[in-house]
């Protein structure tokens, strides 16, 4: 019998969609088919024009290709799914057998996975005063252009002080070594999480190793373009050899899925479950604040963290803690989706801004950096919450 390495690709994706059994249970979790009502927008909808398309019968078409790029990869789907089905391996294989789609924004994702030309292009344009012309640049742009998408992402607030990562010891490892995975544009405009996180990690009794800020790859994984995923694959693979450590973390939940899918075997988290796991370690100071908790997709259905981290907030004394609700519920952010689909982004995080207001908080947290730009986006006209990492409030609330 072929084993799974073996398998083609076209092979593989006819396997996974048969697991599929048509109940539907996945609608009502689906954001895509909340927002359209479509069943081709929806997983079931997804797996059908998979198998079509591994068989052979069907053209990989225009329109048929543009719904399965419409998914947010969200994986809400498979938390419900009473067949198991493994979708997102699905969706990744049949993108994957498609290739890079056309409209796809190679210069823009180009620039936010290399951290260092994001961060010199945040001082240049930060010396001339960007954030106050962005706007007017903007409406000499096309609506659906990627590069007028990109501006309205643009950080509002200064680049943060740079996280620089100290060199691995020469300690012997054990099972309390955990190495922190910067990420791309996570390790710039997510400095000071990072730097929250090494700090709690340290308080709970871990020792951290800070491994180099690079692109895990999720773009361009999900995008469908093999190569440059696999060459990421690669890099993390040293990057996690060089450390000797017995668990690999990341402030950014949206890399987890791809640092598994790169390190089989690995024990990947999120540093939020390692933390709640010795919670008895850390004590807070009181905060009198109300915050909103935005709850990112792969927080929840990938490193399934979102309880951990509602916990830990709760610790905090006087910390009013309320959560956005669940699925659903996605912000539209998804990695490159907010670039590629603008107009539909815009309107899931409409949505979630709505939910956001009900709450009425003080602050907005969230975890994922994409989402907590494309949010602030939002924000600029209607709302202006302060926006931050959780783990940044519960480094600043950490007792000594």
């Not at 359209?36 to 998979?50: K, M, Q, V, Y």
């Not at 012309?133 to 680049?159: E, G, H, I, V, Y």
């Not at 370690?281 to 997709?297: E, I, K, M, Y």
Request: charged share 20%; aromatic share 4%.
């Amino acid at each position: 019998m072929m084993n799974r390495s073996e398998e083609k690709p076209p092979t593989r994706i006819a396997a996974l969609a048969d697991q599929c059994v048509q109940c539907g249970l996945c609608l009502p979790v689906c954001p895509t088919y909340a927002l359209d009502r479509n069943e081709a927008e929806s997983p079931r909808g997804r797996i059908a024009i998979a198998a079509a398309l591994a068989r052979g019968q069907v053209a990989p078409t225009a329109e048929l290709r543009e719904h399965l790029d419409h998914c947010l990869g969200c994986m809400g789907c498979e938390q419900v799914c009473p067949a198991h089905v493994r979708y997102g391996e699905l969706l990744v294989e049949t993108r994957a057998l498609l290739g890079p789609a056309p409209r796809r924004p190679e210069r823009e994702i180009g620039l936010v996975r290399d951290p260092a030309r994001w961060r010199r292009l945040r001082r240049v344009l930060g010396r001339v005063g960007f954030t106050r012309w962005k706007s007017l640049l903007a409406t000499c742009l096309p609506a659906q252009s990627a590069w007028r998408s990109a501006l309205a992402l643009w950080p509002a607030n200064p680049l943060p002080a740079p996280y620089v990562a100290q060199p691995a010891s020469a300690e012997t490892p054990d099972t309390d070594t955990v190495a922190l995975f910067p990420g791309c544009i996570a390790s710039v405009e997510d400095a000071d999480a990072q730097r929250a996180a090494l700090a709690l990690l340290r308080a709970a009794g871990y020792r951290v190793v800070e491994l180099p800020a690079f692109c895990c790859g999720a773009m361009d994984l999900h995008g469908g373009d093999t190569a440059k995923a696999e060459q990421a694959a690669t890099q993390v693979g040293a990057a996690w050899q060089s450390a000797k450590a017995a668990h690999l973390v990341t402030i950014t939940p949206g890399c987890i899925g791809t640092l598994r899918h790169a390190l089989p075997g690995v024990r990947v988290a999120d540093p939020i479950a390692l933390l709640a796991a010795r919670a008895e370690r850390l004590s807070f100071r009181p905060l009198a604040t109300r915050v909103a908790v935005h709850l990112p997709c792969t927080q929840s259905n990938v490193a399934r963290s979102d309880d951990a981290l509602l916990r830990l907030l709760r610790r905090v004394p006087e910390l009013d803690v309320a959560a956005l609700p669940k699925p659903p519920h996605c912000c539209g952010a998804a990695g490159t989706h907010m670039l590629e689909f603008p107009e539909r982004a815009a309107r899931l995080r409409d949505d979630t801004l709505r939910q956001v207001a009900a709450l009425a908080p003080q602050r907005l947290l969230s975890s994922n950096i994409g989402c907590r730009l494309h949010l602030a986006a939002g924000m600029q006209h209607d709302h202006h919450w302060p926006h931050q990492h959780p783990l940044v409030l519960l480094a600043q609330q950490l007792e000594p």
